[in-house]
């Protein structure tokens, strides 16, 4: 089962998803702990939760084609992450909350 398998794999740095069936981030995932720069084309998010907690070095985030996203509040605990990129109607309010702390560029 690849899932299993991926799951396995603890050094993975870059990740980049297109056409992401789940509505959050699947739990598996947070086995990449290195995890730096995380990209999602297309999906169904409709939340980003505690899942990402484990990504503590995430410096960068792209998520695009993601409409219904309406909640990333784990988000903003990453200390590490500089540069998220999205076209979620939460990004404004992501925007917002960051402050200085992070680049947040949101298009639609």
């Not at 509505?23 to 939340?47: C, D, M, Q, Y």
């Not at 990453?78 to 925007?95: K, Q, S, W, Y």
Request: with cysteine.
């Amino acid at each position: 089962d690849l899932q299993r398998v991926l799951g396995t794999f603890t050094q993975v740095r870059y990740v980049a998803v297109t056409g992401l069936s789940s509505t959050e981030i699947p739990a598996w995932w947070t086995s990449w702990r290195k995890l730096v720069l995380f990209t999602v084309e297309g999906s169904n998010l409709t939340a980003v939760g505690e899942n990402v907690l484990s990504w503590r070095r995430l410096e960068g985030l792209a998520l695009s084609g993601t409409p219904e996203l309406r909640s990333a509040p784990h988000l903003l605990s990453l200390h590490r992450l500089r540069d998220v990129r999205m076209d979620a109607p939460v990004c404004e309010d992501l925007a917002a909350e960051a402050g200085h702390r992070a680049a947040v560029n949101c298009s639609r």
